[in-house]
């Protein structure tokens, strides 16, 4: 049975670093496309950054560019998400999500993925 599980997520200052999890079992994880989505309360799910299968290409929200890096293990079925210069407009519960990858190339839409986790709090706070 698939499943995908966040960890990492946690209270941190204004110009932290947080460095997320997400271990994937049940699926073929080389052939599948890992992308970080986020959800503040009142708002929609947003993209945050993905990974191609591979790792060769990702892709970046606009707010996230330069402080975000996403990266990923295969041989651990893991995808890493690098925070840093957390800001409070960060704070969201933070979701991995997977979808099948047959051209190497990942989609920054929800709309897209076909298997989600349950979720990790990140609140960036004083």
């Known amino acids: 049975q698939w499943q995908l599980v966040e960890s990492g997520g946690d209270l941190v200052q204004p110009g932290g670093s947080l460095r997320l999890s997400c271990g994937v079992s049940?699926?073929?994880?080389?052939?599948?496309?890992i992308g970080w989505f986020r959800q503040a309360p009142g708002t929609e799910r947003e993209g945050v950054a993905c990974?191609?299968?591979?790792?060769?290409?990702?892709n970046y929200a606009d707010s996230v560019k330069g402080r975000f890096i996403i990266s990923r293990d295969n041989a651990k079925s893991t995808v890493y998400l690098q925070m840093n210069s957390l800001k409070p407009e960060d704070t969201a519960v933070y979701y991995c999500a997977a979808h099948y990858d047959a051209k190497d190339m990942c989609s920054m839409s929800s709309a897209d993925y076909d298997y989600w986790g349950r979720g990790t709090q990140v609140t960036v706070s004083l």
């Open positions: 990974s191609s299968s591979s790792g060769i290409s990702s």
């Open positions: 049940g699926f073929t994880f080389d052939y599948y496309a």
